[in-house]
């Protein structure tokens, strides 16, 4: 957006209007301080117009998320050590690094046993990373190839927030 007109900040004082003498903290240019020029703006309502979710279109959605998630392989060797605090920051790192999306129950999981701890040690002091991530991908496995569309439908209709654990399935081009 354009502004029309420059403007300047209205700075006075309840002492004396001195403000066109010249100071050391205005210099010594005669400036002319006026109020800023109220613009009206609308706001842009970054959410869209809310969807009707049936029951029926988040059912085909899980199929498709699922079969999706099916085709992708999981990664056979490990690239490096990761350090972590957190399972989800665990799981956040695997995501970046193998640049592939965690199954829906995978990152409730996550969240899960997060939600478990009670301890502040960081995890990787108490769990070697190459097992935590085996183990993460072991369960990524059963949960892409074993899990029902029906099922995760379910959930989904359960739980009104229920896009916030799934990954963008999206390939990059």
């Known amino acids: ?4 007109v420059p403007f300047a900040l209205d ?7 001195d403000d066109d003498k010249p100071s050391p903290s205005n210099g010594n240019k ?19 117009a809310k969807e009707v979710i049936t029951e029926e ?23 490096s050590i990761i350090p972590f605090k957190s399972w989800t920051g665990l799981a956040n790192s695997m995501k ?4 592939q999306p965690l199954h829906y129950l995978t990152n409730i ?5 997060d939600e478990m701890r009670d301890d502040p040690l960081p995890l990787d002091t108490m769990i070697h990373p ?3 991530e085996t183990n ?19 959930l989904w209709i359960a739980d009104p927030m229920y896009y916030t654990f799934i990954d963008s399935v999206f390939p990059q081009l």
């Open 130 to 132: 190459c097992k935590a």
């Open 1 to 4: 957006m354009k502004r029309s």
């Open 30 to 48: 005669n400036l002319s301080i006026t109020k800023r020029p109220k613009i009206e703006t609308t706001l842009i309502n970054p959410i869209p």
């Open 96 to 99: 970046q690094m193998y640049q």
């Open 57 to 79: 279109l988040l059912r085909k959605s899980a199929k498709m998320y699922q079969e999706f998630m099916k085709e992708i392989p999981i990664p056979a060797q490990h690239r």
């Open 109 to 113: 999981r996550m969240k899960e046993w």
């Open 136 to 154: 993460i991908w072991l369960i990524e496995e059963v949960h892409r190839l074993t899990s029902s569309h029906q099922f995760l439908a379910k």
């Open 11 to 17: 700075i006075s004082s309840d002492d004396d209007d």
